[in-house]
């Protein structure tokens, strides 16, 4: 949720603003120093949401330049621990009333299929009621990489990259499928494959 500065001449709604985890609640009539207040508790809000996801990605480039070949041997464990988000090794795709757990590792590619996704495993295909954004932010970086604004794929699954005469690219899945790569994801996709630029 963003920050909510609820502003209103009934309290009523207060119990609401506390659903909402309200940044402030103003009745009015108001002073204008009241009013700044509240504004000034909003932006402080907001800055440290700021702060938090800077660290969050501050934390991830440190990972990799950690994993990266070559990277200078010490223990990041201490360092990395609090900093880093637990990714997901198992995902649980809803049938019915059952739900069936699989493998993050055995996942070869996912594709956006309007608010779901299609998760692909080997020549099965499980439909997740997930966005395609929603479910890169549970995947580990590492190891999946996104390559399309419709795809992602495990970075293990890929045999080759093709490029094509438009300078376009295609990624050519183990299992013989072929994928698409947009132009802005692919310096990305090299760079996880240890291409140099």
């Not at 309200?22 to 504004?39: G, H, I, N």
């Not at 991830?60 to 994993?67: R, V, W």
């Not at 992602?152 to 994928?179: M, P």
Request: glycine content about 6%; aromatic content about 6%; proline content about 5%.
């Amino acid at each position: 949720m963003p920050p909510v500065l609820f502003l209103t001449a009934f309290d009523q709604f207060a119990l609401k603003a506390f659903e909402v985890h309200a940044v402030d609640y103003v009745l009015k009539p108001c002073s204008q120093e009241r009013f700044d207040d509240a504004l000034a508790r909003a932006r402080q809000r907001i800055r440290q949401s700021e702060l938090a996801a800077l660290g969050q990605r501050l934390a991830h480039l440190l990972s990799d330049l950690d994993t990266a070949p070559g990277a200078p041997a010490h223990d990041t464990a201490a360092r990395g621990a609090a900093a880093e988000p637990p990714f997901a090794e198992r995902l649980a795709i809803r049938l019915g009333n059952r739900s069936s757990i699989i493998e993050v590792r055995d996942i070869d590619w996912i594709e956006a299929d309007d608010y779901c996704c299609s998760v692909h495993i080997g020549s099965e295909t499980h439909v997740m009621r997930e966005s395609l954004r929603a479910l890169e932010g549970r995947l580990n970086p590492l190891e999946f990489v996104r390559i399309h604004r419709s795809a992602i794929v495990n970075v293990r699954r890929i045999r080759e990259v093709h490029g094509t005469a438009g300078g376009e690219a295609l990624v050519v899945l183990h299992s013989g499928v072929q994928i698409p790569v947009s132009r802005r994801k692919r310096a990305e996709l090299e760079r996880r494959l240890g291409r140099p630029r």
